[in-house]
């Protein structure tokens, strides 16, 4: 529910008080049986309820997406597969699907993009979650910057681009291995680093939890460290601090 285009409606006269008030009647949630979609988390915490598509049953994955398509007139999903992205595309063929970070999306044209987030990783291997928190970001407004490729083991990498990310906002890092790039980031910036483990390694990283370890015991200030290959969280997170840096600077 959108209370200000409510509002704006009813200041125009394109509807009535009383269906204004029936609009606002409404629970704060949607009751479908197999779930109950928060129609009302936008007007509480700034941002629509997202779809996690990964484990859902089509039927219900379809109907969840139309309903929130038809209260929102945008819907972002993540860790969609092939198929599931294409039963949705069957009956909305205006949804977009990114199989690199599994993100399935319709949404809004000409959206306004503010501040800036910078998104690096160490190595390629790190791009996919690395996409899903960019493209989250970029999908809640956030002007996004993409910095892939500047793992430790090559420093100079990073540090050619040093200018750029201490512009930013905010820094989302994202490595997997032993996890050192949040380290490292966090000495250069004066802004909130988030760091994102991945699952990215040979034995001894143990599916990420080496690199969630070592963000966790970072001895670098200003990072806060989200779950192994949680790319959503972080973009998520990173679009919050940069709504607030926006509205400090106006």
Do not use: W
């Amino acid at each position: 529910m959108d209370t200000k285009k409510i509002l704006e409606q009813v200041k125009k006269g394109e509807i009535s008080i009383e269906d204004a008030e029936e609009l606002f009647r409404r629970q704060p949630f949607e009751e479908l049986g197999y779930a109950k979609l928060d129609t009302h988390r936008k007007l509480r915490s700034g941002c629509a309820e997202v779809v996690f598509c990964s484990g859902k049953a089509d039927e219900h994955l379809l109907k969840i997406y139309e309903r929130l398509y038809e209260e929102e007139g945008e819907v972002l999903g993540t860790r969609a597969t092939k198929e599931q992205a294409e039963l949705v595309q069957a009956e909305i063929p205006e949804v977009e699907y990114d199989a690199l970070s599994r993100i399935l999306k319709i949404e809004k044209k000409q959206k306004e993009h503010i501040g800036k987030i910078v998104v690096c990783t160490a190595g390629t291997a790190d791009i996919p979650v690395a996409e899903e928190a960019a493209q989250t970001a970029e999908f809640f407004g956030n002007t996004v910057e993409r910095i892939y490729d500047v793992g430790v083991s090559g420093l100079h990498r990073l540090l050619s681009k040093v200018d750029v990310i201490q512009s930013a906002n905010c820094v989302i890092a994202v490595a997997g291995m032993e996890g050192a790039l949040a380290s490292v980031i966090g000495g250069l910036v004066d802004k909130p680093v988030i760091a994102v483990p991945t699952s990215v390694g040979y034995g001894a990283s143990m599916n990420g939890i080496s690199a969630l370890l070592t963000m966790i015991n970072s001895c670098a200030n200003g990072i806060a460290t989200v779950n192994i290959d949680n790319g959503y969280g972080a973009g998520y997170i990173a679009s919050q601090i940069n709504r607030l840096g926006v509205h400090k600077d106006e």
